[in-house]
């Protein structure tokens, strides 16, 4: 009976300290989060409840449309996410890469000139990047010209030690929203090329080129050092206030851009990439037809995939072939920041292995409150990812993301804010979206069908 007493009271004993020391450990969890930054979340992802399971309406390869936009209109539940401790580093690794150095111009231009690669167009560890992006935001303008590239208005300057860039002005407030019938109606968005820049580090697509925020003086930095062509388009408005139109398929008078007080327009500077850098354009496979009431072959045709997979091997799915990962990992960029305008799409000329860029973002943020959910297309069509991309972006998801975007962009604080509340919310929406459609796609198949480990 002595015996019996004394077991039960060990085990109680033993119960309240296994107790103690979770609730002592959940403590810890909770304080340490608080010490790098970050907290428990509560994510809220549209997830597939069991009651309301709905039969997978799938091809041989991926998955259909309008199943997708049915599961994201069903119920959801919310997801406990602890930030994990890798997400800290990359963040603190991401930080001391942003920070400025204080190094000369020249070092870092000669520097930024070899950055470039087939695979990426900045190196995985870039100490120099904070000073890159001090330059473009601080370097005197020497000259002003016309790119002669795209559809809109660019200007391209020559900055003081003789590294080009591309400006990009402002065309709407922050709070605009874009109005037309398309995802690829109206002019660019500066901002979104900001903003593309940033996500790509996060990503660790660094396959975008630098980008950052400039208040630029039309009249000082622009004008008196234009060339002629350029020059001929400036004029002073009712306001007099200094305007420009430049030269391209869609620049006319009365679409131009018009400085505010002292002549100042908020603008995105894209570094330049080096002469050396050799650029092929490919026409996207997912490319739309840009007519109304025509539909491209993809938008039709739920077996796309296969049957392009099929018609050419650049497509296929093996280590030595990586165009399709990239154009699966650049539907994912795009959809994250709304960017449903990738008809092309450029690598560096002359190596096969040759990574898929992402530039040229500019058609980003038109509408907060609408997902586009065929640009994810090249995702749910083909049902692949590679690993390491969704690994990140789990990763991503527990920041949130929205926020960790806002974190690193304080770079840019020089114009200030780059997103609305709402924005940054859309975009949290959407990686919700993205991995949930992963998760569908694994139901169908397997997740080691659809992760591919290279």
């Not at 950055?115 to 992006?133: A, H, K, N, Q, R």
């Not at 820049?197 to 004008?223: E, K």
């Not at 898929?356 to 509408?367: A, C, E, P, T």
């Amino acid at each position: 009976m002595l015996s019996r007493t004394f077991r039960v009271s060990v085990g109680l004993v033993t119960a309240l300290a296994v107790a103690v020391l979770c609730n002592i450990y959940l403590v810890f969890l909770l304080w340490t989060g608080g010490q790098s930054g970050y907290h428990y979340e509560l994510i809220t992802r549209p997830v597939i409840s069991q009651e309301e399971e709905v039969p997978i309406n799938s091809t041989n390869s991926g998955l259909n449309l309008n199943y997708l936009k049915a599961m994201f209109n069903s119920s959801t539940k919310h997801v406990h996410n602890l930030s994990s401790r890798s997400l800290t580093s990359v963040m603190n690794k991401l930080k001391r890469e942003l920070k400025s150095r204080g190094e000369k111009a020249v070092d870092i231009l000669n520097r930024s000139a070899k950055w470039v690669s087939p695979s990426s167009l900045i190196p995985s560890f870039t100490p120099e990047l904070g000073d890159v992006i001090k330059y473009l935001q601080t370097a005197p303008v020497i000259r002003a010209s016309l790119p002669h590239v795209g559809t809109q208005l660019k200007v391209m300057l020559t900055l003081e030690g003789g590294q080009k860039a591309l400006l990009k002005p402002q065309w709407y407030d922050r709070e605009h929203r874009i109005d037309g019938p398309d995802v690829y109606s109206g002019a660019d968005r500066h901002n979104g090329e900001i903003i593309g820049f940033y996500l790509s580090l996060l990503l660790d697509l660094r396959r975008t080129p630098v980008a950052v925020g400039r208040m630029i003086n039309l009249t000082s930095d622009i004008l008196a050092n234009a060339d002629n062509d350029l020059a001929a388009t400036f004029f002073r408005n009712n306001q007099s206030h200094a305007c420009f139109y430049g030269v391209c398929r869609y620049c006319k008078p009365e679409l131009s851009v018009c400085a505010g007080e002292g002549d100042l327009v908020e603008a995105a500077i894209i570094l330049w990439l080096p002469s050396s850098a050799k650029l092929k354009s490919n026409r996207s496979p997912w490319q739309r037809t840009y007519k109304k009431n025509v539909r491209a072959q993809w938008e039709t045709d739920d077996k796309f995939c296969t049957s392009l997979q099929k018609q050419n091997r650049i497509f296929g799915i093996d280590p030595a072939k990586r165009r399709l990962l990239d154009l699966i990992d650049a539907a994912v960029f795009d959809f994250l920041i709304s960017n449903g305008d990738r008809h092309h799409y450029e690598i560096i000329d002359g190596s096969s292995e040759a990574a898929v860029l992402l530039l040229d973002n500019g058609k980003s943020f038109g509408r907060p409150d609408l997902d586009y959910i065929d640009i994810l297309a090249p995702l749910y069509q083909c049902c692949v990812i590679r690993k390491s991309t969704y690994n990140r972006l789990e990763m991503l998801e527990s920041g949130p993301l929205g926020t960790l975007i806002e974190e690193l962009t304080l770079k840019d604080s020089l114009i200030g804010p780059l997103l609305t509340n709402e924005h940054v919310q859309a975009i949290n929406r959407r990686l919700g979206k993205v991995i949930q459609t992963i998760e569908l796609c694994a139901k169908m198949k397997s997740w080691d069908d659809i992760l591919v480990p290279y």
